[in-house]
């Protein structure tokens, strides 16, 4: 059975719907794309079109059906050693810090990559027995339990290298076979929590030496973005660092930071204590 079409009228509404709820801004050119994530859902409720949909999640009485609508338009694609130079950069941050306890957040982690990857690497840089934690949040329910699960396909394990991917990683069998496992000591160390980083309410969150929030501002307008910096910004240690990722920049959305190169910001008194310019390889582009 063929999904419905869409109309211009409906899809005005689920692109106003999902603004409001996640701040991300659908272009008109990603219509096929929630026909495609959501015609499924028409399927499964015997609905013949996207307005009765849309009625449906408007009402109120299917709170679950509100979330999986999220999770289906905000999953975005990520994979491990995602933009390597930023895992570089945080092997000799972390290095620097050695010592201290250390915290990193992953803001818009997906299923479970970036912050495993932050693992791999704080894990080599600083041991095991040291003390250093990461929370990998995301709007979705759905990547996050693929995240907690740690459970990949052999394939999404390409980026990492193979000492690392053999010493931090469990070769599925039997009925697991074609899938590899991050191993228990990495899985502890990192905390999914599902987080809106539109709307955050997280006071209990405390404060962070890093905060990785990459290749999810693309999908904002300028007010969202100011929005979502504005409220993760209180969670960065004075002396810390804010990620983004290549195709993205802070430039105009907070005078709060500053840009140490391309993609990595400070707080403007640490930039002027030198303190992460100094940082072995700051002089490379990121």
Request: net charge positive; glycine share 8%.
């Amino acid at each position: 059975m063929d999904s419905p079409l869409i109309s211009d009228q409906e899809f005005g509404l689920f692109q106003r719907l999902i603004y409001r709820l996640a701040g991300i801004s659908m272009a008109d050119s990603k219509k096929v794309l929630l026909v495609g994530r959501l015609g499924k859902r028409l399927r499964h409720y015997g609905l013949s079109s996207f307005g009765e949909y849309y009625r449906m999640l408007a009402a109120g009485e299917h709170p679950e059906e509100l979330q999986m609508m999220v999770d289906l338009l905000t999953t975005n694609e990520t994979y491990f050693f995602r933009e390597p130079a930023h895992f570089e950069f945080l092997a000799e941050f972390a290095a620097d810090r050695r010592g201290r306890p250390f915290r990193v957040w992953s803001g818009a982690c997906s299923s479970g990559e970036e912050p495993y990857t932050i693992a791999m690497v704080l894990a080599e840089t600083l041991g095991l027995s040291a003390s250093w934690e990461i929370v990998g949040s995301d709007i979705s329910l759905t990547v996050l339990e693929r995240a907690r699960a740690g459970l990949y396909p052999m394939e999404r394990g390409s980026g990492i290298d193979l000492p690392l991917l053999r010493k931090y990683c469990l070769k599925g069998v039997r009925g697991q076979s074609g899938q590899f496992l991050v191993d228990r000591p990495l899985r502890e160390r990192v905390t999914f929590r599902q987080l809106n980083l539109v709307d955050l309410e997280a006071r209990d969150l405390g404060q962070f030496d890093m905060i990785f929030l990459r290749n999810v501002m693309i999908y904002f307008d300028n007010d969202t973005k100011r929005k979502v910096v504005t409220n993760m910004l209180p969670h960065l240690r004075d002396d810390g660092v804010f990620i983004v990722g290549h195709s993205e920049s802070l430039n105009g959305l907070t005078d709060d930071l500053v840009s140490i190169r391309p993609t990595l910001y400070c707080r403007p008194a640490f930039r002027t204590n030198r303190a992460v310019v100094r940082q072995r390889g700051a002089s490379r582009t990121a």
